[in-house]
């Protein structure tokens, strides 16, 4: 069974299309997160939701708006794709926002014509 | 200076050669550590995970970390080939309490 698992694996799309990725995570965890890895494999966070609420929001373009249905599941919607948003975006959750370790998916590979 | 730093190698290693990855940090606040492999087209998958210090050991992998001089490794024992994978140090800290992952060091161990 897959804990935390993304749709889709890759995403082949042009310039200033508007695209979604799903999450969702069967571990009963807490909180779920979005990771933006570049080409140099740098990870870094996007957001955070607890519970539903989004707890960080880090210097990220408001093209980009987390949304949880519910605390299984983490959808990311980018508006307006340009040629810098190409990179793997990792979904990950926690038992608790701080502290504990996360767990991730296998990432959705971005890319933009 | 960054809050998490490790070197990214690359690190090619013999069959069987213990190896030993590492990170500095930057804040002494700084108290749950973990260590990540990632494999090509993969998703980081989790460690170890210490907190504070001293040192945690799980088969052939050994976390250790030492607060006084702001430092954590991983070390593994009798390293195989399906241990080649880049390797990534994390911690809780920075502005808004999330985990902050070095850049990740590449090893490969040849068989």
């Known amino acids: 069974d897959t804990a935390v698992s993304q749709t889709p694996k890759y995403l082949v799309t042009q310039m200033g299309n508007d695209k979604s990725i799903k999450c969702e995570q069967n571990?009963?965890?807490?909180?779920m997160y979005w990771y933006k890895q570049d080409s140099k494999k740098f990870l870094k966070i996007m957001f955070s939701?607890?519970?539903?609420?989004?707890?960080i929001n880090e210097t990220v373009p408001n093209r980009f708006s987390p949304k949880s249905p519910d605390k299984a599941h983490l959808n990311l919607h980018i508006n307006s794709l340009e040629l810098g948003d190409s990179a793997v975006y990792f979904c990950a959750s926690s038992q608790e926002w701080e502290g504990q370790p996360q767990h991730f998916g296998d990432g959705t590979r971005l890319s933009i014509l | 200076q960054k809050e998490v730093e490790q070197d990214p190698g690359p690190l090619s290693v013999p069959e069987g050669a213990i190896v030993s990855l590492n990170c500095t940090y930057s804040?002494?606040?700084?108290?749950?550590f973990m260590w990540y492999r990632q494999y090509s087209r993969k998703g980081p998958e989790l460690l170890m995970y210490?907190?504070?210090?001293g040192n945690k050991e799980d088969g052939r992998f050994t976390a250790q970390v030492d607060k006084s001089s702001k430092y954590i490794s991983l070390f593994i024992r009798d390293s195989q080939p399906s241990d080649s994978a880049t390797y990534l140090c994390a911690t809780y800290g920075g502005s808004q309490g999330n985990l902050i992952f070095g850049k990740g060091t590449k090893l490969s161990v040849k068989p």
């Open positions: 939701y607890n519970n539903k609420e989004l707890i």
């Open positions: 571990l009963g965890h807490d909180t």
């Open positions: 804040n002494s606040a700084f108290q749950y």
């Open positions: 210490t907190y504070s210090s």
